[in-house]
């Protein structure tokens, strides 16, 4: 074989290829929301369910729910976190430590999160099947995506900036606190909004620890359906498909919006 | 603290500078920034506390099963029948290899060849497209791929290689797509820190583009790409959702492609709602065997990037 036709063979290879990975998104997402936007009404998005059929309301309301409190609980230590590994931490074991949990804790399967809230959470604390259990296990497992963002976040502010604080007399808390940190607020809320979409999507860390209840949660300590949850029941149980495609697209749209904003933003820290 | 406003307050220069060289004063601060400073310790040490609570909650809880249920018994049993309380998982644990190994052999090489196409083929107009895509792509919640799979998938399989569709092949599939994300955006990065140099010096030395790329900036980038590996391959080994609604989740060894597998993680997540005794701690069990793979993948990321340096 000559090089040129080598090497065209090889060209053709590599179109193909990314033409597969936008040709599966695109065929995800024409299938399901082709086949899920004629079922999406008022009615669909604000009544309550009744058994696996009907509205979606209580599990939009609970998933809010779980965003809310999962994020409440893990962006200030995430981005403390990421303040101490950035600005003060020293190389070191103890540094190494942070990182290598950091990172195992980013590697760990979702079913093992929710094994794990299981047993620590809605057993050994006796919080039962509940949002607060759920928020809690889902609040570990974002921890690493908010540090990691954040850090990059921190390491985009240039150090001139850190220089002048404290050569005009700044301590080096004030110079982070009002320096640091503002410049790094779109990043910031870029690792917050990617948060956002693990909580939306997660599934097996949720239903072992949230459980499956399809109302509203009234308090923190019940049991509450989230979206995602309340997908995989209708898919799996079969129940109603019509069902199933409508709440796909509406995940589809919330993971859209989630993806557009965090986008924007990191474009805008960028520009920065 | 020194109030940055004092001087506007109508304070002298001079007060404002006792003010703020005054021992105790300094000392005050000093010591609140230390307190701040170990707050700021705390936050960052919470992820090595939550890695040690939960291997110590998934261990104590899964260990004396295995010990009850006996170790070969448990690792190399073929049957899974808690009704009988008999716990063999390894049918669970070469479904997830299968599944792992095969979504690897199908998923990296179209994940590389289209963080090539991104970083080095496709013009500027289409990367904007495709890299978008790839990132909506990993935003997609699993089980929505695993509904895809469920409604597409399983009915093709079924119609051209028969056995109901519900399969190891359905999973490779799956697993394959969600694991593209991964690979195509860890490769592209490394591709991207590949020097110049290189390919300038491999073009000016008469090799075509194409000979550049995969004889020159690929090697050159392979510490990255085999990270991707290893992420795809932890990635793939721990979805969930997806899976159990493409398997068929059979707890038996598969034999062929159209055959039914249950993966480790889909044992766990299928049975745990109404298990109970000996029963839930074998899914515990299970978790721990979950645990070891996912544990040893990262020691070997972790020596590998810290090898190569903070890639």
């Known amino acids: 074989m000559s090089r040129k036709t080598k090497d065209g063979l090889i060209l053709g290879l590599v179109w193909l290829s990314a033409a597969i990975t936008v040709g599966v998104l695109a065929w995800i997402l024409i299938y399901v929301v082709s086949n899920g936007i004629g079922e999406i009404s008022f009615e669909?998005?604000?009544?309550?369910?009744?058994?696996?059929?009907?509205?979606?309301?209580?599990m939009i309301v609970n998933t809010v729910y779980m965003i809310a409190v999962s994020l409440l609980i893990s962006t200030p230590i995430g981005v403390l976190a990421a303040i101490y590994l950035n600005e003060y931490a020293r190389p070191g074991r103890m540094l190494k430590l942070i990182r290598f949990a950091t990172e195992s804790l980013a590697?760990?399967?979702?079913?093992v999160f929710g094994l794990f809230g299981m047993i620590f959470f809605v057993v050994y604390l006796k919080f039962s099947w509940s949002i607060l259990a759920g928020s809690l296990t889902l609040s570990i497992m974002v921890l690493p995506t908010i540090v990691r963002t954040t850090e990059e976040a921190l390491k985009a502010v240039p150090n001139a900036l850190r220089e002048g604080s404290l050569g005009l007399g700044a301590t080096k808390l004030r110079t982070v606190w009002k320096t640091v940190l503002p410049n790094a607020l779109p990043g910031i809320i870029t690792a917050v909004i990617l948060s956002v979409g693990r909580v939306v999507g997660e599934t097996a860390a949720v239903f072992l620890t949230a459980g499956m209840v399809p109302r509203v949660a009234e308090s923190m300590m019940q049991s509450g359906r989230t979206l995602s949850v309340h997908m995989y029941l209708l898919a799996k149980e079969g129940i109603s498909f019509e069902k199933a495609y409508a709440t796909a697209t509406v995940l589809i749209v919330l993971v859209f919006i989630i993806n557009f904003s965090a986008n924007y933003l990191g474009k805008k820290l960028n520009r920065n | 603290m020194v109030d940055t406003n004092a001087y506007e307050n109508g304070q002298s220069i001079d007060q404002i500078k006792t003010a703020m060289l005054d021992p105790v004063r300094i000392r005050k601060r000093k010591r609140s920034e230390k307190i701040i400073e170990s707050i700021f310790f705390i936050s960052a040490f919470v992820a090595v506390l939550s890695v040690a609570v939960i291997s110590l909650f998934i261990f104590t809880?899964?260990?004396?099963?295995i010990f009850e249920i006996g170790f070969s018994d448990f690792i190399f049993g073929t049957k899974w029948q808690?009704?009988?309380?008999?716990?063999?998982?390894?049918p669970m644990i070469v479904g997830s290899i299968y599944g792992t190994?095969?979504?690897?052999?199908?998923?990296?090489?179209?994940?590389?060849?289209?963080a090539v196409f991104i970083s080095e083929v496709a013009p500027d107009w289409l990367v904007r497209i495709v890299k978008p895509a790839v990132e909506l792509l990993a935003g997609i919640p699993s089980v929505i791929y695993g509904f895809f799979g469920l409604i597409i998938i399983v009915p093709i399989?079924?119609?051209?290689?028969?056995?109901?569709g519900n399969s190891l092949l359905a999973v490779i599939i799956i697993l394959a797509i969600m694991i593209l994300p991964t690979v195509v955006s860890i490769s592209e990065t490394s591709i991207r820190a590949v020097p110049k140099e290189y390919k300038e010096g491999a073009l000016a030395l008469g090799a075509s583009k194409i000979q550049?790329?995969?004889?020159?900036?690929?090697?050159?980038?392979k510490s990255g790409i085999l990270t991707a590996v290893i992420l795809g391959i932890g990635r793939a080994i721990g979805e969930t959702m997806a899976v159990i609604l493409v398997a068929g989740n059979t707890p038996m060894i598969p034999d062929q492609m159209t055959d039914r597998i249950r993966t480790l993680t889909a044992n766990i997540a299928m049975e745990m709602g109404y298990a109970y005794g000996l029963h839930q701690q074998a899914l515990f069990a299970t978790g721990v065997v979950l645990f070891i793979f996912i544990m040893a993948l990262n020691i070997l990321l972790n020596a590998f990037t810290s090898k190569v340096g903070d890639v």
């Open chain 1, 107 to 111: 590697g760990i399967p979702s079913i």
């Open chain 2, 101 to 114: 190994l095969g979504a690897i052999v199908l998923g990296v090489p179209i994940g590389i060849m289209t």
């Open chain 2, 212 to 221: 550049t790329i995969f004889q020159v900036i690929l090697p050159a980038a």
């Open chain 2, 82 to 90: 808690p009704l009988g309380d008999v716990y063999g998982i390894l």
């Open chain 1, 44 to 58: 669909f998005l604000t009544s309550a369910s009744n058994g696996e059929e009907g509205g979606i309301f209580p």
């Open chain 2, 157 to 164: 399989i079924d119609e051209t290689l028969g056995g109901g």
């Open chain 2, 61 to 65: 809880e899964g260990i004396p099963a």
